[in-house]
């Protein structure tokens, strides 16, 4: 059984113990930093976004993991399956950068020398003005980017770990519609909300050391109506809630639990070749055909972390609520393997 939340409240206890596991389609518990009892290094704050579509998109990371932060933006042409990353960290952040306590609201401006990312929210969209000096061949990276059409509901989840004091808050919205330009020096990508979609991963809590976690989303047009999906597990315990949901005409659909099925070809993992997707409620059903693989590896003193993020097409079909199928052909999206020792 899926466990829903009923009213709002506050996401820990006095104790620092999440007070109700389970999930919601909109950010309906408290988040305070204040509030965590666990120890200072364990908590994690993040907002990702990546925004585009299967010519080019662009990904966003404002982490502060407390006792390292992290800044990145990747830039991707899928046409010539290529990308360019610039990461920028900060040791002993504590909270410093002052990531808001919700998705609704708060501002984010980091500025300095190197790069610059704000996140502005207005009445009823966002923007997110980039500046990076010499991004790639000495040529700066400047962008702004407008979200809008925000769906009235969205995946919540607030899960807990098997340490205690250790929890997930997480809010992933699909279906944000992109407009705007990234130039790269003389080079300029233009983003139209009608083919260009976004997705905002809202994520705070604290983590155990090592995890492994998987992700998919996808947001696109389906029958002229707005659709996207958010699939994935390794969160915490999700005994109380998954966070499989998809999103059509701005309403949420829960799933039960989906399985990844990442091919294998000669005993290593095969993350171009084409996965499969099943729901064991049957509900979600797909095939993803890959065409570009992000991937990362580092490692620092006792921290690492290796990433696939692999970008592709999704095929495929959902049944909503009321029992209808949606047939999904070619729905540009994403889905990755994160291994962390963090």
Not at 19 to 36: Q, V
Request: proline content about 3%.
């Amino acid at each position: 059984m899926q466990h829903k939340f009923t009213q709002p409240h506050a996401l820990l206890d006095n104790h620092g113990h999440l007070i109700e596991a389970g999930y919601d389609t909109s950010l309906s518990l408290h988040y305070d930093r204040k509030a965590i009892k666990a120890p200072w290094y364990r908590i994690k704050e993040w907002d990702y976004y990546f925004l585009g579509n299967d010519e080019h998109g662009i990904a966003i990371t404002i982490a502060d993991n407390s006792y390292m932060g992290l800044d990145s933006i990747t830039l991707f042409d899928f046409k010539n399956k290529s990308y360019i990353t610039k990461d920028f960290m900060q040791w002993f952040t504590k909270g410093n950068k002052q990531l808001p306590t919700s998705s609704k609201h708060g501002d984010i401006r980091i500025v300095n020398e190197a790069y610059q990312i704000e996140v502005t929210h207005k009445e009823d969209y966002r923007m997110i003005d980039l500046r990076v000096k010499q991004f790639k061949d000495k040529k700066d990276l400047v962008a702004r980017l407008i979200l809008k059409s925000e769906p009235k509901e969205s995946m919540v989840i607030a899960t807990p770990f098997n340490t205690p004091k250790h929890f997930y808050y997480n809010q992933k919205i699909n279906c944000l519609r992109v407009e705007g330009s990234v130039s790269l020096g003389h080079d300029v990508i233009r983003f139209q909300p009608q083919n260009t979609f976004g997705v905002l991963d809202w994520g705070r809590g604290v983590w155990t050391y090592k995890n492994t976690w998987y992700w998919g989303s996808a947001s696109g047009i389906i029958n002229n109506h707005s659709f996207g999906f958010n699939i994935g597990y390794g969160f915490g315990d999700t005994s109380k809630a998954t966070e499989n949901m998809f999103i059509y005409q701005g309403k949420a659909h829960k799933l039960s639990n989906v399985s990844f099925h990442i091919p294998t070809k000669d005993n290593e993992v095969a993350y171009l070749e084409p996965w499969t997707f099943t729901s064991d409620d049957q509900r979600f059903e797909m095939i993803f055909e890959p065409i570009l693989d992000r991937h990362s590896h580092s490692k620092v003193l006792f921290l690492s972390s290796n990433q696939h993020q692999v970008f592709g097409y999704f095929s495929g079909k959902v049944i909503l609520d009321d029992g209808e199928i949606l047939i999904i052909e070619r729905l540009f999206g994403f889905s990755e393997k994160v291994m962390n020792a963090w």
